[in-house]
C-alpha cells in the first residue's frame, strides 16, 4: 500500500542554522500529491505546502520543498531557523479527489537560541 | 470561516465506559477523517467517511466505530474504552486539495 517515511522523529537545530526534514514515499500511482503540514502546541495541524509538478520547488512561510519523483522524495528546507519554527511537521500522500491522505509519523523540530 | 471543530477538547473516562467523540463541519466537505495520534506513531487513520452513511474502515478501526447521518457531522464512538485507546484524536475534513483539522480532543482511559 502507499506509505510515506519520515526518518528523523526529532530534529534540534541551533537558530539560524538551516532546515532539512527528510520525506520519502512509496505509492504505485504516477499522480502523486505530497503535502507538509506543522503542528503547534495546542493548534490545529495545518496545510504548509503541497506539491507541484515533477521537480518543481514549492514555497510558503519561509519553506519550500521540492517534488522529486525520481527518488520519490519531498524534502522540507529553510534556510535559516527560527525559534518559533519549533513544532510537529507531517509529510502526507494523496491521489487527488476522495483517495485518503497517508500521513508519515512526523518530524519534532525543536530550535534553540 | 473555514472550521473543523471537535467537542470535547478534553475527555476523562474509566476503562470500560462508552465514549462519544463529536466533529463538526461547516465547509460542506464530503470527505472527513478521524486520525489518532500517538508519539513515535503519527497520524494514524482510524475512519474516514466519503459522505452520509457511507464509512470505510482506515489502518486501526479495531474498538471504534462511527456514525455519519449528516455531512456536517462525524461522530467517533467507543465502546468500552480500553487503557490502551489513550490519545489525542483528530477529526479533519477535505477538499479535493487539503485537509482541515480540528485542534483535537485529548482522551484519557484510567
Known amino acids: 500500500g502507499d506509505s510515506v517515511t519520515q526518518k528523523e522523529g526529532l530534529v534540534t537545530l541551533t537558530e539560524g542554522l538551516p532546515v532539512m526534514l527528510n520525506c520519502t514515499y512509496q505509492?504505485?500511482?504516477?499522480?502523486?500529491?505530497l503535502f507538509w503540514y506543522v503542528h503547534y502546541l495546542n493548534e490545529s495541524p495545518r496545510l504548509l505546502l503541497k506539491?507541484?509538478?515533477?521537480?518543481k520547488r514549492t514555497e510558503h512561510q519561509g519553506f519550500h520543498a521540492t517534488l522529486h519523483k525520481s527518488s520519490s522524495s519531498f524534502h522540507l528546507q529553510k534556510s535559516s531557523a527560527q525559534l518559533s519554527d519549533s513544532a510537529l511537521y507531517y509529510c502526507?500522500?494523496?491521489?487527488?479527489?476522495?483517495?485518503?491522505?497517508?500521513f508519515g509519523a512526523g518530524t519534532r523540530l525543536k530550535v534553540i537560541a | 470561516d473555514m472550521k473543523v471543530t471537535q467537542m470535547p477538547r478534553y475527555l476523562i473516562k474509566r476503562m470500560g465506559e462508552n465514549v462519544l467523540l463529536e466533529c463538526g463541519q461547516d465547509m460542506s466537505h464530503e470527505t472527513m477523517y478521524w486520525y489518532r495520534q500517538d508519539p513515535g506513531l503519527g497520524l494514524q487513520l482510524i475512519y474516514i467517511s466519503y459522505d452520509v452513511d457511507s464509512n470505510s474502515e482506515g489502518d486501526i478501526p479495531k474498538g471504534y466505530r462511527v456514525s455519519r447521518k449528516k455531512r456536517e457531522h462525524f461522530s467517533l464512538i467507543l465502546d468500552s474504552a480500553k487503557t490502551n485507546q489513550t490519545s489525542v484524536y483528530f477529526c479533519a475534513s477535505s477538499s479535493t486539495t487539503e485537509v482541515f483539522f480540528g485542534k483535537g480532543t485529548r482522551l484519557t482511559v484510567v
Open positions: 502526507a500522500l494523496s491521489l487527488g479527489g476522495n483517495y485518503k491522505y497517508v
Open positions: 505509492t504505485i500511482y504516477s499522480n502523486a500529491f
Open positions: 506539491s507541484s509538478t515533477d521537480n
